[in-house]
């Protein structure tokens, strides 16, 4: 599998994090976790920029979950799942193995993403993280934007929930 398919579902995966306030669609799935879906776009500048968007359902917890990514027509491009100690990504019929989050993150989207983050803010909960900036002011409207300024390259992810 290319770094690139797998990079993009990462950073999906972190877009999908950046809600927070006014609490957007959330139910819990079949098994009592919290879920979200929507879409997602991110947009990654640097020397060779790159774009993505993609459907996605994420459920779980910033220790143990899932996230999985669609295309317009409904196909699954990735599916990314992590728990204490392990991480994997199911793309182009091939699984892979990480150690943790962090490595999957950085290896899929060639930058670590603030999961932990990404998960308080969809719950509405403020979360700080070094060099990322998220505008949670149209996230009553289903709506959630983040920039990371540093370290280069910058990326912006955006994040469009369903609604119910």
């Given at each position: 599998?290319?770094?690139?398919?797998?990079?993009?579902?990462?950073?999906?995966?972190?877009?999908?994090?950046?809600?927070?306030?006014?609490?957007?669609?959330?139910?819990?799935?079949?098994?009592?976790?919290?879920?979200?879906?929507?879409?997602?776009?991110?947009?990654?500048?640097?020397?060779?920029?790159?774009?993505?968007?993609?459907?996605?359902?994420?459920?779980?917890?910033?220790?143990?979950?899932?996230?999985?990514?669609?295309?317009?027509?409904?196909?699954?491009?990735?599916?990314?799942?992590?728990?204490?100690?392990?991480?994997?990504?199911?793309?182009?019929?091939?699984?892979r193995q990480y150690p943790s989050i962090d490595a999957l993150t950085e290896e899929a989207t060639g930058t670590a993403l603030p999961l932990p983050a990404l998960?308080?803010?969809?719950?509405?909960?403020?979360?700080?993280?070094?060099?990322?900036?998220?505008?949670?002011?149209?996230?009553?409207?289903?709506?959630?934007?983040?920039?990371?300024?540093?370290?280069?390259?910058?990326?912006?992810?955006r994040i469009v929930l369903q609604q119910p």
């Amino acid at each position: 599998m290319s770094a690139l398919p797998a990079r993009r579902a990462l950073l999906l995966a972190a877009a999908l994090g950046l809600s927070a306030c006014a609490l957007p669609p959330r139910a819990p799935d079949t098994a009592g976790q919290p879920y979200w879906n929507g879409r997602l776009a991110l947009q990654i500048d640097g020397d060779k920029p790159q774009s993505f968007s993609a459907g996605f359902e994420l459920r779980g917890a910033p220790q143990a979950g899932e996230l999985s990514l669609y295309s317009p027509l409904g196909a699954t491009l990735a599916q990314l799942r992590w728990a204490p100690g392990k991480a994997e990504l199911q793309a182009d019929g091939q699984r892979r193995q990480y150690p943790s989050i962090d490595a999957l993150t950085e290896e899929a989207t060639g930058t670590a993403l603030p999961l932990p983050a990404l998960f308080a803010w969809l719950d509405g909960k403020p979360a700080e993280v070094p060099g990322w900036q998220a505008d949670l002011s149209r996230i009553a409207d289903g709506r959630l934007s983040a920039r990371r300024s540093q370290p280069l390259p910058t990326a912006e992810l955006r994040i469009v929930l369903q609604q119910p």
